[in-house]
Each structure stands twice: as C-alpha cells, then as structure tokens.
C-alpha cells in the first residue's frame, strides 16, 4: 500500500526503538501524561454536570419555575390556573399559600418555610411525592391541620409521624391575655427527603388550613407554574400574565436560585480552564520529547537532506511523529474519560463501603452520592483542544528539524 515518504518515515521514527532510551521514556510519558489529563479533565467536567443536574431536577422541582401572584392575596386563582394551563408551555399550575415561621418540638425550634398546598394538584407541578420516606401527600387533609416536613428537620427536631408540633407565625393576635404570637398545633403526617437546604426549612400543609392560619380566606397567595423548559420560564410567566388582564405580579426560579446555578456554571468553567492547563502543560511535553529526537536523529535528517529530501518534507516526518504520540494519547485519555465517567459514581460507592466512611453526607451536602453525566460535547470539545494542542506543539522541533545543514551534519560522522 502506498504511503506518502514523510508519513511513511515519521510512523517508522514512532514505532522504532532507540538506542537512547531516556528519549523513549520522555515520549512515553508526554502520552501518558496527556491521557491522564484529557481523562481527568472528562471525568471532572461529567461530575460537575451530574452535580448540577441533580440540583435542578431536585431543587427546581421542588421549587416553582414561574409564580403569578396579585398585589396582595389572589382571590380569582382558579381563573389563572385554568388559564395559565392552557399556554402551550405550561405543563401545570397550582395554587399555594406560603408564609415564613417557626416550628417547636421535642423542646426544639426551627426556622421554617411554610407552604400551603392542594395535594391533588401540588402532584402535578412538583416531585415531593416521588421523595415522600415516610406517610403520603394524600395524608395532607383540610381541616385536620396535618403537616409534611423533611428528614433534616425531623431529625434535628427529634419527630416522628403522628407528633405533635407548634407552628409559630411572626403575626401578633390580641387576645384577651394580650397581644400573643400567631400559632397553631399541627401533626407530623409525612416525612421526605430531597435534599439538605430543603430538608431543612421546607414544609407543606393543607392550603385550607395555612389559608385559616394565615386568615386569608379561601385565596391563595399565588399560581405557581410548572413549565416545559425552565429557562423559558420567566419568558412563560409574562405571556400567561399579559393573557390574564389586570395587575399580576410574576417570578421565577432565576430570581430565587439563579445565583445558585450561575455560581455552579461559573466554577464548572473555571475548573475547566485549569485542567486544560494541564492538558497543555502535558500537550508540550511533545515538544521537549522532539526536540532530543531531533538531535539523536541529525544524522539521519542530513542523509535525507543530500537524498533530495526538501525542508518542508523533513519538518513533516518530524510533524507525524509528534502528531501520533499527541492523537494516541488523547484518544486514550478520552477513552479512559467516558470509561471513568460511566463508573466513578459505582467506584466511589465501592470505596465508601471499603472504608466504612460516606464521603457524601445528605446532611450537609444535597445529596448522598457522586453524580456524573458525560455530555458529548464537552467530550468533543476537550478531544479537540488536545488534538490541536499537541499539533501545536510539533512545529517548533519540526522546524528546526528542516533547519539542519547536512554538511555541518556530517561533518563528524
């Protein structure tokens, strides 16, 4: 099969074995070294991804994409949430009452957001039944003053279901003792478990019974919107309030936890830009690698020379040999990466039950394990950047390579 000479010559300068072996040890580790940084660079970038996933898919469905709400209490929500879902965006609405609080038991007091839901419709706009340890979204009955709380709080409460708990509002009601803080006794009839922040303070009663603690009627505070892409949502929330009429008030996810996700964006970056630094810094290494190859070979590019072998064709036999240690390193890598990318989460598991020690703890992070999703085209991308460093990196010894005069070359040979 024909090759072409240069091709032919730099595959032949690849594969031979030297007779100066620290050459060859140099060349294997400028590949190694550039494996092992696109495929920490992969596996690094898949966690962060996991890790932001698992935040949206749990945060934000818990959380509302969109909310409509009136200036004070919305006393027509069942006209917005029928309107609101027929928006070809909106997967479902459904209304709330929410208020912020305190909660006492087992001579404890926690901090709490106090949510007052519709069980059949708060099923349709958010996953809390699909994280419900312990009793049911169901268990949640008008006029029974039954309430759901996370697994942090239970735990740092010391409750169980059927205990009984104080909900304090920061609301003053005058009584005939005096003027005595806003309260209510409420039962523990359900238990779930997202993660840490929303373990901790989120907390879900029946809309009627928060509506009578909160004295606001039979209104709801707002509409709560679940959307088909939450980065559309507050684009979503403003058509379904401009086709209500009047004054409504909207916002959204990016208002509350925006911060959160653009902070988790920004670190993704950063710690991208660093690790390719160190496929660069391995990508490089070629040049160190053909720079001693080209002095072991100055004889030999001489003899090409007085063969007939133009500058440009020594410089790409020299090009190929750099460009094969670059490609075949990055390949690896890249292969290690996606490999590294689908296990780390079950290694990781296996080392923790090795050690007896979770490295995780749902407690105080968000969740328990170590996510990964491998995005193809972070792959695509870190691929090419190597690829393209270690190109890069050959010009220079190629260079000098095509730079050798034969006669000086042979002078002592």
């Known amino acids: 099969m024909f090759k072409p000479l240069s091709l032919s010559i730099g595959l032949r300068y690849t594969a031979a074995k030297r007779r100066n072996h620290f050459i060859s040890f140099i060349s294997l580790t400028s590949m190694l070294g550039l494996m092992l940084g696109v495929a920490v660079l992969i596996i690094v970038l898949s966690v962060m991804n996991g890790f932001d996933k698992e935040l949206k898919q749990k945060i934000l469905g818990m959380v509302p994409h969109a909310v409509i709400r009136a200036e004070d209490v919305l006393a027509d929500w069942e006209r917005v949430d029928e309107i609101a879902e027929q928006h070809p965006s909106v997967i479902a609405a459904a209304p709330f009452v929410q208020g912020q609080g305190m909660i006492t038991g087992a001579g404890n007091v926690r901090g709490i957001m106090l949510n007052g839901v519709l069980p059949e419709e708060e099923r349709q706009v958010s996953i809390i039944e ?143 830009l660093l690790l390719m630094f160190i496929v660069a810094v391995a990508a490089f290494n070629i040049v160190a690698t053909l720079v001693m190859v080209v002095t072991d070979k100055t004889a030999d590019i001489a003899i090409l020379r007085t063969m007939g072998a133009t500058p440009g064709r020594i410089m790409r036999i020299f090009i190929v040999q750099g460009a094969v240690i670059g490609v075949v390193g990055t390949l690896a890598g890249t292969a290690l990466g996606i490999l590294g990318a689908y296990t780390i989460s079950d290694i990781i598991s296996g080392v923790e039950r090795l050690l007896g020690h979770q490295f995780l703890n749902a407690e105080i992070y968000f969740i328990s394990y170590l996510p990964s999703d491998l995005q193809w085209n972070d792959v695509w991308i870190i691929t090419s950047a190597g690829m393209i460093m270690s190109l890069l990196a050959t010009i220079y010894p190629a260079w000098r390579a095509s730079r050798v005069e034969p006669a000086e070359a042979l002078r002592y040979e």
């Open 130 to 272: 699909n994280h419900m340890q312990e009793g049911a979204l169901e268990d949640l009955q008008a006029g029974e003053f039954g309430i759901i709380i996370g697994r942090l709080m239970a735990n740092s409460l010391r409750l169980q279901l059927g205990d009984r708990v104080t909900v304090i509002l920061p609301e003053a009601s005058i009584t005939p003792a005096g003027v005595l803080p806003r309260m209510k006794r409420f039962t523990v009839v359900g238990i779930f478990s997202v993660g840490a922040e929303l373990d901790g303070n989120y907390t879900l009663v029946h809309m009627n019974d928060a509506a009578t603690l909160m004295r606001t009627g039979a209104k709801a505070h707002g509409v709560r919107l679940l959307t088909d892409d939450i980065f559309r949502a507050p684009r979503v929330a403003e058509e379904v309030a401009r086709s209500l009429g009047g004054v409504y008030y909207v916002s959204d996810w990016t208002r509350t936890h925006g911060n959160l996700f653009q902070a988790i964006q920004m670190e993704k970056t950063m710690i991208a």
